[in-house]
């Protein structure tokens, strides 16, 4: 067999398949729990590639991918063709291109610096370019283009894949996920922007939350004064699990399947049922102990709240400024279309409800994990890689930058207002107004939802699906002299850190929260712990 493989490098996640490259045959799919890279977003990878190094991070990206390849079962001679997708960062990184010129914002600040911005086009090299990859002497490396520097081949991906190019009508396109990227066509030009949601929505920052695998309760709904969780079986359905008393966590009824998490799609339904079954009000949960009990000891507190409260907020003021860019009002939007894992999972009419979709549209499409199946494409076709090379160059686009934008400042802190403080819905219209930004409207109550998969990656292979639970990276150091108090590996929020002899450091990358967290780094009572020290380990 010829063979090839598709890789989608996911901020919260990669997701690969191999591919019989004579039939185009999907043959086996291996998704990973986190991203191999310390942190749980996409600024967190960017802050570690510069502040420690691009190769230490390029290391990391490409150790994980060739653990994912042996999950395969794909040696690096066999394979022919790679190709990659994902959003510039991510893409960057694998390929060990600098990244200097999506840290910044400002054009003063790169003149400053004299920072060169870096060609982001279609392109098809040797993979044996690659540092690591030396033995794919066979093999060609597929990567798609950028639409701009900053809107990456996974906004690509979204716009071609959401119909946006051949279609006038107004419409707006999400990828519900870690970065959550969003573009929006109103007259004939498209503006696109990253959000920047937070984790919350892959499951992770939640104390019992998981990205979309096997046994994580992805949907729940009230039976009664009872929660029915939703788990996803072995090829990612959602099953009947429990029926669990939310205030006592009692079981009423045993469900198929056990759960040992729960997914970002799954906190979306739980806050919208128990908003509508009066188990939450904004900003805090109804409870004794202001706890949700769900099935297998999982549940869902005031501060999983508020950390689901933020990334909502973030997508709502994302399209808000999208619209207020645009100079349209929220209410012209009639299609809305959701992408990603989240975005597949998730019920839509919940997600409607609770904001996540603008509450105008009267048409959903729900269309998966859009990355994955260009990079499928461009895999099994080089016209096709060409194909969006064209378009990405002929789309009439502008990028709107958030943490930069005056609107989306504004609306977000409306949002937090509105979620986290208790600030009602008409304060919040209100306010918005005096803004002079896009005022939201109440949720209609006609919406057609076409769900057109049933999973974000709808067909797996004859040979099933694998959840890498271990990317199997590592940071590694000596600490010279060190005492041995284990302090570092105490504040370890996640266990992510060990401590072996001779003061032997081995960070677990993936389960790190790298620059957010560090607390390893401020607990070393003689500050000996130096993140600048850290080498990469495959073992």
Known sequence: ???????????????????????????????????????????????????????????????????????????????????????????????????????????????????????????????????????????????????????????????????????????????????????????????????????????????????????????????????????????????????????????????????????????????????????????????????????DGIKFTNKDLIEAGRAIGAIRAGHITLCAAAGIDIEELQTAHMSGAAGTYMDAAKAHKVGMIPYNVSYVSQIGNTSLTVAKEILLSEDRLWELQAISKEIVGTHVMFATSEAFKEAYMLELAYWNEGMAFKMLQKFLKKKKLPIIGEPSAIIKIDRQVERDIPELGEEGLEVLERVGTYLTMIIKECEGCHKCVKVCPNGALRMEENGAVKIRTDLCDGANCQRCLHACPDDRFKWENLTVSGK
């Open 1 to 295: 067999m010829r063979t090839g493989v598709a890789i989608d490098l996911g901020t919260s996640g990669f997701r690969a398949q191999k591919i019989d490259l004579e039939t185009g045959e999907i043959k086996k799919t291996v998704i990973t729990l986190r991203n191999p890279l310390p942190g749980a977003n996409v600024m967190d990878h960017l802050d570690f590639a510069i502040h420690y190094g691009l190769d230490k991070a390029h290391g990391l990206s490409a150790t994980a991918v060739k653990n994912i390849l042996d999950e395969l079962g794909v040696s690096l001679a066999e394979m022919e063709k790679f190709a990659i997708c994902g959003n510039p960062i991510q893409l960057s990184i694998f390929q060990g291109i600098p990244i200097e010129d999506l840290a910044y914002a400002g054009e003063r600040k790169k003149q400053k610096y004299h920072i060169e911005e870096q060609n982001r086009d279609a392109r098809i090299i040797p993979l044996a370019e690659i540092e690591g990859f030396e033995e794919a002497t066979n093999c060609k490396l597929v990567v798609p283009p950028a639409i701009k520097h900053e809107v990456g081949a996974d906004a690509l991906a979204l716009i071609v894949k959401a119909g946006m190019i051949e279609s006038n009508e107004i419409a707006i396109a999400t990828d519900y996920g870690t970065n959550a990227e969003m573009a929006l066509k109103a007259n004939g030009v498209i503006y696109t922007g990253s959000a920047a949601a937070g984790p919350a929505l892959e499951g992770q920052e939640i104390e019992y939350g998981s990205i979309a695998s096997p046994h994580t309760i992805s949907d729940v709904e009230f039976e009664g004064e009872n929660l029915r969780c939703y788990v996803l079986d072995r090829d990612m359905k959602a099953t009947r699990g429990d029926l669990v008393n939310p205030k006592t966590g009692e079981v009423v009824e045993k469900g198929e399947l056990t759960a040992k998490g729960i997914t970002g799609t799954g906190v979306i339904a739980l806050i919208e049922a128990g908003i509508r079954n009066k188990l939450i009000t904004l900003p805090k949960i109804q409870t004794p102990g202001g706890v949700i009990h769900l099935q």
